[in-house]
């Protein structure tokens, strides 16, 4: 908590202060506006999408006159009605709105219906008439890599000569980590309201994390210029990646709708449609082939990672581009090579989540080195700790990046005692030893994840800040509003640079008209970047103030500061807002814009080398898990966790995205598993039936600390770090416990076979497999006799 | 006969007469109210964004019971009070205790689904004082976060109590109970609308006489099922009568020999009575669904829709539970066993329905039930496995096994009951006859589990009540083993 509050002269709510989210108050009274809470205007029509039910096949009959016939009908679309490019692919042009002769996953997008109420648009959309003609789908990894389909071409990072090295190592193991992947459920799914302007031009409403992405798309589909499409987002319900492309689509749709009709248009996602029709985290499958010395240290390894992209491109190039940079996670890889497949598949495409391939990449790694200290009977963190990059050597990354800030060996040492995890290890040992169906295991993983956007173009942030002559200001930013928390970070170090009480300082909605040619609300980097634009505009303003106190007053520059809503200049103190009425009576402007660009990245996405981030954030966690042998099923009593948010603006909210997104990651290795059908359906399209963790699921010892001494070498805004995405990756030590847990039961003699997400079948199942191996193993021991 | 829904909203009585009875809650709410602080997440009863707070009279007291509004119908609100995230802040707008707590506590990211944790917090907040932690997650599992991990919410439910748990409606509870008072009902309503046909029946015989008259119509009790037809397939409801204002069914009691629950009895009316004799049937039934489904819910709609995965019902048939079913005046009594004839269809008669259901009080058998699902708490059972042992010594008298996602319909394992009977009850013949499950059993694949993982787990289950029955010792749980993490 902020200890300040005492000093008269410390502003309320500024940087380094736990103050609530800006929200805070609005959401637990309902009064928070969602882009579905607008008030919409008189004769607002409510729109539904007609889906494909084949994953791969051609339309031979489109018959959409029973929809156009259903009451409250007022339009319907299909890709000949659409004006401009019929496509929404944020990267590749590859990703129609409609579908145009042929369907590529089950939930494709065919046709839209705009009706009088919601009910009825949905009533309407199911009425259609569709006729395939069934291609063979292409639906798994496996059946992809067969058939050599993707979506771009594969990648390969190769350094030393891992070929060599394996052959020379003491120690080689070979084997695949399975991974699943995961849906955002974010509580409110996607929505967009359009309403349509003069002169042709189209106000949009969307639940997205990339304005501008959604503004393009909605020009390019109308056949508009940007200029003529506005897009505007006070706050999501939650984003976690599937609203940085994905709303784009939506957002189209409602707009196409509201173009033809003249009349505003809604299209809000029932939550089935959602899951069914939008990407999700990318399935991985990582094939190794390590060679190893007798303590564990790698000398070589070949890794191949392939990804399930659904049927386009989406962001899955750098989403793998990204799995590559985080395959060696913490460790220093000599010899190596990682290459990704990107694979089409007939399901949908794949996108944005948090970590971005980051927690693929990384599980690789991290059951790599699991599978070696249980080949050499070690304890992992041994091993972790043994391959762990160097300070001041081995320290330089696969892709060329020297590592600068790394702080990993201190982290996981204050960790590793603080969480008591030696002690622990040998009581779970014990435990286990006498414990028939109940075992234990427990797991300490690190996390190294690059900050920035790999596309270098990306890395740059605008803010336009106001201040009105009573002294309060109007903040604006690209940073969109997801739960995270970017709105309150922002302003805090607006309040703090203009020594302003936070309750000054207007947060208002995201809009294109006000910043534009945004970046996505994305990597981890919203309040990094936009936080240093908006200081950016403050410190403008103020240098403009006190030139305006210099030259009335007669004092140098130095002589004015800045207090709590106070100005000193000289000996006088005034109030900000007299200075403020002061500056407008001697015409000076008092509005700014703010711009931010993140220096010393570099990198050729070509040859997949350079320096793609500015600094790495680190943490490390500890869990603790019980599993019943009898039926899989599992809980985590206890879970430390030590991050690194360098000074954090908001300690609060930090903690929040570190609890947050270790439960999120927790959920994706464990009980979050996604099913198709045979026919490429997805079956876990609600809550019903794909389970996100519950209340319950929080272990209910949960022990989450924020690296006191934790500082940004980097100069980053108030030397923070970003905290969005990193933390999720700490989750991977809920997986490597519950393997912990299964090996015992072959007395960590031999490794258990798991998958990812382990469920509490798939631990079963580990727990039945290693128990047959063993007694194989035990057969064969015995003397054969020799008829 | 009445024609009108007249329910408190917040503290106005409101009168809806050209209403679809079948307009969920929800709906209501968001469009025709303008109260948008209530979500809509999934409108099937599962992430909790949408609860709502139902005040319903009893005695002098008003129960406060948490329930989510999108799939609740709007015509069931009849003679209650709907109370809703709006309603929470005091006249001067001050945050109620609940609402400050979670923003102490930051017990809200993107604020989604925090007027849902508000609502279930709320109604918390007027049951209890001071619940242990495991309570508050048993409240909370109907409500899903993506965003904080839960941590700090659950930080804010042991706050709200700073100072005890006196609110504003507390201080017109009074009132309040008056004001419902004023709108009970004495005879059936019946709304009519746009062809639909909706009744809600106050005694038996005249409940009895209307599903003789309608036979096709539509039975709902509580409407976590039913709802569904209306948010997710879009279904006409033609004719509904509605069980929920039957006082003579909504009756729960323990004489004796067993427990009688009444149809209209919620899975929270009946877990008290279940809970104290059979403890792990309580488990099950604190697994059941959510806080805000088991508050409408019922055991009868459970058994009525005949669902494979019905997670009550293998506990039921362990335990030979009776169902007494009506038609018109008549009555005859029929064991669960014998009920379920087919997949998702039952023994009932054209115009007959559930009436009560009777669970025989046993005193010397050992009972046990499991679920196993892929999430813990709220969660439909991948298996959901009850056993019922009478010994002899150490000799099987008879055991009753059933199970449910074993099958299309829940069922009893007969040719397992049969390899045990007579045996000793020990590890090495539970091994032997748990293969008879293998013979009993032919289980699918589907999305919440795979054939084989169903049969090594109904095996398995058999085991680990052998295990529980004779070696007390042994942890078996890791529910109970979570207990002695919380100290």
């Not at chain 1, 029709?277 to 990318?282: A, D, E, I």
């Not at chain 1, 330089?396 to 020297?402: A, C, D, S």
């Not at chain 1, 993983?445 to 956007?453: A, D, H, L, R």
Request: one cysteine or more; aromatic letters at 6%; a negative charge.
């Amino acid at each position: 908590m902020d200890n300040r509050h005492n000093d008269r002269l410390t502003i309320e709510g500024g940087v380094r202060a736990a103050i609530p989210h800006d929200s805070a108050r609005k959401h637990v009274s309902g009064e928070a506006t969602y882009t579905d809470d607008i008030p919409v205007p008189d004769g607002t029509l409510y729109a539904a999408i007609g889906i494909s039910t084949h994953a791969h096949a051609r339309i031979t009959s489109l018959d959409l006159v029973p929809v156009a016939s259903a009451p409250g009908v007022v339009a319907v679309l299909t890709a000949a009605d659409v004006p401009g490019h019929n496509d929404v692919g944020p990267i590749l042009q590859d990703e129609t709105i409609f579908a145009d002769g042929v369907v590529e996953y089950a939930g494709q997008s065919i046709f839209a219906v705009a009706a009088r109420t919601i009910e009825q648009a949905r009533r309407a959309a199911r009425r259609a008439i569709v006729e395939y003609e069934r291609r063979e789908p292409v639906l798994t990894i496996d059946a992809a890599l067969a058939a050599e389909r993707f979506v771009l071409p594969s990648r390969t990072i190769r350094r030393g000569n891992p070929q060599a090295s394996l052959a020379a190592a003491p120690h080689r193991l070979r084997g695949t980590l399975e991974m699943g992947g995961q849906d955002h459920f974010y509580l409110e799914g996607q929505v967009a309201l359009a309403i349509p302007q003069e002169d042709g031009d189209m106000m949009i409403y969307s639940s997205t994390q990339h304005p501008t992405d959604v503004q393009r798309q909605v020009g390019r589909v109308l056949g508009l210029r940007v200029n003529a499409v506005t897009v505007e987002v006070r706050r999501m319900g939650g984003g976690f990646g599937g609203k940085e492309s994905q709303a784009a689509l939506f957002a189209s749709v409602a707009a196409l709708l509201a173009n033809v009709t003249g009349r505003p248009v809604s299209l809000c996602l029932d939550r089935d449609d959602d899951m069914i029709m939008t990407g999700k985290r990318h399935e991985f499958h990582i094939t190794y082939d390590v060679g190893f010395d007798d303590d564990g240290l790698i000398r070589g390894i070949e890794l191949v990672m392939a990804s399930r992209c659904g049927m386009s491109a989406d962001l899955s190039g750098p989403v793998n581009d990204r799995a590559m940079f985080h395959a060696d996670n913490a460790y220093y890889l000599e010899n190596v090579s990682i290459t990704s497949h990107r694979l089409k598949t007939n399901t949908v495409s794949n996108t944005a989540f948090r970590g971005f391939g980051g927690p693929q990449g990384m599980m690789g790694i991290e059951w790599v080195i699991d599978e070696i200290a249980r080949h050499l009977g070690k304890d992992p963190l041994e091993v972790r700790k043994r391959n762990l990059y160097g300070d001041t050597e081995r320290n330089v990354t696969p892709y060329e990046m020297t590592i600068e800030d790394n702080i990993l060996h201190q982290l996981i040492e204050d960790l590793e005692r603080s969480s008591d995890y030696q002690a622990r290890r040998a009581a779970i040992h014990e435990f286990n030893a006498t414990s028939p169906v109940l075992k234990r295991g427990i797991a300490l993983t690190p996390v190294k994840f690059g900050i920035s956007f790999t596309a270098t173009h990306l890395n740059q942030a605008g803010a336009l800040l106001h201040v009105f002559t009573d002294g309060s200001v109007h903040l604006n930013h690209a940073g969109t509003e997801m739960g995270q928390g970017v709105m309150t970070n922002v302003a805090q170090i607006v309040a703090e640079e203009l020594q302003l009480d936070i309750d000054r300082i207007k947060i208002t909605a995201t809009n294109t008209g006000k910043v534009p040619n945004t970046s996505a609300s994305a990597a981890s980097a919203t309040t990094d970047m936009n936080g240093a634009a908006a200081a950016d505009a403050a410190r403008t303003i103020k240098r403009r103030l006190i030139d305006v106190a210099v030259e009335r007053f007669r004092v140098e520059p130095s002589q004015v500061a800045f207090r709590r809503n106070e100005v000193v200049i000289g000996d006088r103190v005034m109030p900000f807002e007299e200075l403020v009425s002061l500056a407008h009576a001697a015409r000076v402007q008092l509005s700014a814009t703010g711009f931010y660009r993140t220096p010393k990245i570099h990198y050729d996405a070509e040859r997949l080398r350079g320096r793609p981030f500015y600094y790495f954030a680190y943490g490390a966690a500890v869990s603790e898990v019980v599993i019943d042998t009898l039926t899989g099923e599992y809980m985590f009593p206890r879970v430390d966790i030590l991050h690194d948010a360098g000074n954090p603006i908001n300690a609060a909210i930090a903690l929040g995205q570190v609890e947050g997104g270790f439960i999120q990651g927790m959920g994706w290795l464990t009980t979050e598993e996604l099913y198709w059908d045979e026919e490429g359906r997805l079956m876990t399209h609600a809550p019903s039936t794909y389970k996100i963790p519950a209340c319950g699921d929080t272990p209910p010892d949960f022990r989450v600390t924020l690296l006191e001494s934790g500082q940004n070498r980097e100069d980053v805004v108030y030397r923070s770090k970003a905290v969005g995405e990193p933390p999720l990756m700490l989750a991977i030590s809920t997986f490597h416990a519950i393997k912990d847990a299964v090996a015992s039961v072959g007395d960590y003699r031999l490794s258990p076979r798991l998958s990812a997400p382990a469920t509490p079948e798939r631990v079963l199942l580990a727990v039945e497999e290693l128990r047959a191996r063993l007694a194989a193993r035990l057969v064969q021991l015995q003397p054969i006799e020799v008829h | 006969m009445a024609q009108t829904v007249r329910f408190i909203l917040g503290d106005e009585i409101r009168e809806l007469t050209d209403i679809d009875p079948t307009m969920t809650v929800l709906t209501y709410l968001r469009t025709v109210e303008r109260r948008t602080g209530t979500k809509e997440g999934c409108a099937e009863g599962d992430c909790g964004a949408c609860t709502v707070v139902l005040g319903i009279p009893d005695g002098d007291r008003v129960r406060y019971r948490a329930v989510d509004s999108c799939i609740l119908f709007v015509a069931t609100l009849d003679g209650k009070q709907l109370i809703t995230v709006e309603d929470l802040r005091d006249r001067d707008g001050s945050l109620h205790p609940v609402q400050q707590a979670m923003v102490d506590c930051h017990g809200s990211q993107c604020g989604f689904c925090t007027p849902g944790f508000v609502m279930s917090l709320f109604a918390l907040y007027h049951c209890e004082l001071e619940p242990s932690d495991r309570r508050i997650s048993d409240v909370l599992a109907g409500n899903l976060c993506r965003c904080t991990g839960y941590r700090p919410i659950i930080e804010a439910a042991r706050r709200m109590y700073a100072n005890g748990n006196g609110d504003r409606f507390t201080a017109v509870e009074s009132a309040v109970i008056e004001q419902l008072r004023s709108i009970q009902r004495a005879d059936t309503l019946t709304l009519m609308h746009g062809g639909r046909t909706y009744y809600a029946p106050v005694s038996l015989s005249t409940l009895a006489s209307l599903v003789e008259r309608h036979p096709d119509a539509r039975l709902l009790s509580g409407g976590t099922d039913l709802g569904l037809l209306v948010t997710k397939q879009h279904e006409d409801l033609d004719t509904l009568i509605y069980l929920g204002d039957v006082r003579e069914l909504q009756t729960v009691c323990a004489d004796g020999d067993q427990i009688e629950i009444g149809a209209a009895a919620t899975f929270t009316d009946a877990f008290d009575a279940v809970a104290d004799h059979y403890p792990d049937f309580g488990e099950l039934l604190r697994r059941f669904g959510s806080v805000q489904v088991r508050n409408t819910g019922t055991l009868a709609g459970n058994i009525a829709t005949a669902s494979p995965i019905g997670d009550s019902l293998p506990a039921l048939m362990a335990l030979d539970a009776r169902l007494v079913l009506r038609r018109g005046g008549t009555t005859r009594e029929v064991g669960l066993d014998e009920f379920f004839v087919g997949y998702r269809r039952t023994a009932m008669q054209p115009g007959e329905f559930i009436e009560r259901i009777r669970i025989p009080i046993h005193t010397r058998r050992r009972f046990a039930a499991y679920k196993i699902s892929k999430r813990f708490d709220q969660d439909i059972a991948s298996v959901c496995a009850a056993y019922s042992l009478a010994l002899d010594g150490s000799t099987v008298r008879d055991i009753r096994i059933a199970y449910g996602g074993m099958a299309p319909t829940p069922r009893r394992a007969r040719l397992c009951e049969q390899a045990l009977a007579g045996c000793p009850w020990n590890e090495a013949t539970v091994e032997q006859a748990s293969h008879a499950l293998d013979r009993d059993f032919a289980p699918i694949t589907d999305l919440r589990a795979s054939s084989a993982y169903r049969s090594l787990v109904a095996r398995n289950l058999l085991r680990k009540f052998q295990l529980e029955t004779t070696h007390g010792a042994v942890e078996t749980r890791i529910v109970v083993y979570a207990e002695h993490c919380h100290g």
